[in-house]
């Protein structure tokens, strides 16, 4: 299993994006057809890293990563994807992933 950090300024711009390329930007902007789902979502976001036991936050997540049976490691999301293919491909070799 792969967790994927991403800080929350760079992991809002990334959704912003996405949903603006997947939904267009006039059906986002105010009075757009999906524009208060838009602002929930990127809400919830915004609150993930912060967030308590009443939503699926960071500190959910981290509990759910210490009682896992499987190993884990965890990525960067600020680096690019080809730079994090390595590391990925060597733990899966046999190398011990928990916590790493």
Not at 20 to 25: D, F, I, K, L
Not at 46 to 65: F, V
């Amino acid at each position: 299993m792969i967790f994927l950090l991403v800080p929350t300024e760079l992991r809002l711009a990334r959704l912003a994006e996405r949903e603006h390329r997947r939904c267009g930007p006039e059906a986002l902007t105010p009075g757009g057809a999906l524009h208060a789902h838009y602002v929930a979502f990127l809400t919830w976001a915004a609150a993930y890293d912060a967030g308590g036991d009443d939503m699926r936050s960071r500190g959910w997540h981290e509990r759910w990563l210490a009682a896992l049976p499987c190993p884990y490691m965890r990525l960067d999301g600020t680096r690019p994807v080809a730079d994090q293919i390595a590391p990925v491909e060597d733990r899966l070799t046999g190398h011990e992933l928990r916590g790493s």
